[in-house]
């Protein structure tokens, strides 16, 4: 299995601070996306970066992918009480496998 | 964006009852994938709904206990059955936005099984 793990399992910061989420997988990857969970909801995705890509941004998003580390980083700058949630990283195997791989989450809690 | 409405969203159920979970997408979706989530846990790939053909199950998960329906491409139901307490969870199904890679999910079902 190549499950991603994230670290840290659990996050709890103040309202503008920035938030760092890591995420490590074990065999070689398509690509690597990143969802948030609010508490009872389902996931939405927020980012995907393939293989090949080193740094992607979305908004106040920031991913990185190392695959020579097979790790990636999720930031999230100056927070928001509405980022509460879980966050999880999704590899996806390269080879052409379409079934993607969750890791444990991140739960993120923002105090306003 | 695609949506799926999942229902039902929560459901209290005795045990040795089944539970059908339905997932209707808004538009047409080739893979279709049903996950579980244990409270405060990551999601579980239960089996892959194929269009036309039998769902494809992961290790640990038997067609007996979990029939999928697929009727086409844009529907998906999941049964639950002779239920007992263990299977209290949350279920999730979720679609592949073509050619992006991307999953989209339902607002997940709640089942607690007394």
């Known amino acids: 299995s190549q499950q991603g793990e994230e670290d840290p399992q659990a996050l709890s910061i103040q309202e503008g601070e920035n938030a760092t989420m890591n995420c490590s997988y074990k065999t070689s990857i398509n690509n690597l996306q990143w969802y948030r969970q609010n508490s009872g909801r389902g996931l939405v995705h927020l980012i995907l970066?393939?293989?090949?890509?080193r740094e992607k941004h979305s908004g106040r998003l920031r991913v990185t992918l190392d695959t020579s580390k097979k790790s990636s980083s999720l930031l999230i700058t100056a927070s928001r009480a509405a980022d509460t949630a879980s966050y999880f990283c999704a590899t996806f195997a390269s080879g052409g496998s379409y079934i993607p791989t969750f890791g444990r989450g991140t739960s993120l809690i923002v105090h306003p | 964006s695609a949506v799926i409405s999942q229902k039902p969203s929560r459901d209290i159920c005795q045990r040795g009852t089944s539970l059908t979970i339905q997932c209707q997408v808004d538009?047409?979706?080739?893979?279709m994938f049903w996950y579980r989530q244990q409270p405060g846990q990551s999601l579980t790939l239960i089996a892959t709904?194929?269009?036309?053909?039998?769902?494809?199950?992961e290790s640990g998960f038997v067609i007996d206990k979990f029939p999928i329906s697929r009727p086409n491409l844009t529907f998906s139901t999941l049964t639950v059955s002779n239920m007992s307490p263990e299977d209290s969870s949350i279920y999730l199904c979720s679609g592949e936005r073509s050619n992006t890679g991307e999953l989209f999910f339902g607002e997940g079902s709640r089942l607690t099984v007394l």
């Open positions: 709904a194929n269009q036309g053909s039998e769902a494809t199950y």
């Open positions: 970066i393939r293989s090949n890509e």
């Open positions: 538009s047409q979706v080739t893979m």
